[in-house]
């Protein structure tokens, strides 16, 4: 049976060609790159080119970029960092309802640390609304906090504006790109962004591996103590088999983007006009401010967890999560103003650069067959 994956949104799978730049990194180059013998100066060097395609992908300087284990600690030395060295100046940071848990679970523990968070609501597209914003900036506000792409709608929130109003009344602007970098050309001095975490496994590197911008002259609080390892924020041996990557995935994507973007929006967009073919579907969030490669449609009258379950050939996700035995809507769609009925009947492809016409043939097929068949008319 052919097996297609269209939650490149979740994971993807490691690049050929990324895959044989760590091997080595694994046997042979195996030496601790703060050794000062020969054998770790070598890998040092790896790790100072790993860090400047990493830079370069978003148009920072090497020193900038400090290497983490994902997404999630770049986001939680950022928002903790900030909020730890920023005190003096005020204790108010603002977020988006429609966050990865990674930044609303860190900002629900600052809050329990004195903070006070701001969580801006969304439009039924996904956006913000930057009159919301701006009535919420405060002379106390240290750091506004709002995701490039959203993991479940694809939907790109307006982040220069953003950044921009943040700088006015003096706050730092951190943006999650986890879902935009390599996907889309970011720079970093154009758009305004003092704060930015990626992460290896959503862009054809390995897992375990993240990396955080942090733009020159921001003081951070160390989040590790040890070895003074990343300028002294996050102690520890480096990761350097993904460390290397996680960079060659930045090179890769940078010479490859825009072709692979062109290839992908062609499949996403078939993919999504023949399955709103479907009776009572229709697309969650902003269709002209979303990136290219994902699509989130509700089928109405069909369970999302049981057509997941039920297709055996076709790997795609829903963004309800378990939280002890209950089942919840997911919390983008529910922010959106989705009732739990369409937020419950809602699937999330996301679809990749290993992708073919042919799987998304075979997805639309199986889907539609799966939903006539669910929906009694087959
Ligand atoms: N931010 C966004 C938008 C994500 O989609 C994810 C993962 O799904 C994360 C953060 C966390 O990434 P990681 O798995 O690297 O910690």
Wanted: aromatic share 6%; hydrophobic share 40%.
């Amino acid at each position: 049976m052919q097996f297609i994956y269209l939650d490149n949104n979740a994971t993807t799978q490691i690049d050929p060609r990324v895959l044989s730049t760590m091997l080595p990194f694994l046997k042979e180059n195996f030496a601790n790159p703060s050794s000062t013998h020969y054998f770790g100066t070598t890998v040092l060097e790896a790790i100072i080119s790993a860090r400047t395609q990493v830079a370069d992908l978003i148009g920072a300087d090497n020193k900038e970029i400090i290497f983490t284990s994902n997404a999630t600690e770049a986001i939680n030395i950022a928002l903790k960092g900030v909020a730890e060295n920023y005190s003096e100046k005020g204790k108010h940071i603002i977020t988006v309802s429609t966050e990865h848990k990674a930044v609303l679970d860190t900002c629900k523990n600052l809050e329990t640390k004195g903070y006070e968070v701001t969580y801006l609501p969304v439009q039924k597209s996904g956006l913000i609304d930057l009159d919301e914003l701006k009535k919420s900036l405060r002379s106390d506000t240290i750091l506004v906090s709002v995701m490039y792409v959203n993991n479940e709608t694809g939907v790109i929130q307006p982040i220069k504006e953003i950044a921009s109003l943040a700088h006015e009344i003096g706050a730092l602007f951190m943006t999650d790109a986890t879902q935009a970098t390599g996907k889309i050309p970011i720079n970093v001095d154009d758009i305004g962004i003092d704060l930015l975490s990626l992460s290896g496994h959503k862009m054809y590197a390995s897992k375990g591996i993240g990396a955080l911008y942090i733009r020159k002259g921001i003081n951070l609080s160390a989040y590790t103590h040890g070895g003074g390892h990343e300028n002294g924020l996050r102690s520890g041996t480096l990761n350097v088999p993904s460390i290397v990557a996680l960079g060659k995935a930045c090179e890769v994507a940078e010479q490859e983007m825009k072709q692979d973007a062109e290839r992908i929006i062609s499949l996403r967009n078939e993919l999504e006009c023949e399955l709103l073919k479907i009776p009572d579907t229709f697309v969650n969030g902003s269709t002209e401010n979303r990136i290219y490669n994902v699509s989130n449609i509700c089928f109405k009258g069909c369970d999302a967890s049981v057509m997941i379950g039920r297709m055996r050939n076709v790997a795609v996700s829903n963004g309800s999560a378990c939280t002890s035995a209950v089942i919840e809507p997911s919390h983008v769609l529910a922010a959106m103003g989705l009732s739990n009925d369409n937020a419950f009947t809602s699937l999330r492809f996301s679809l990749g650069k290993f992708n073919t016409e042919a799987e998304i043939k075979t997805a639309i097929k199986t889907i539609s067959e799966l939903t006539k068949m669910m929906l009694g008319y087959a």
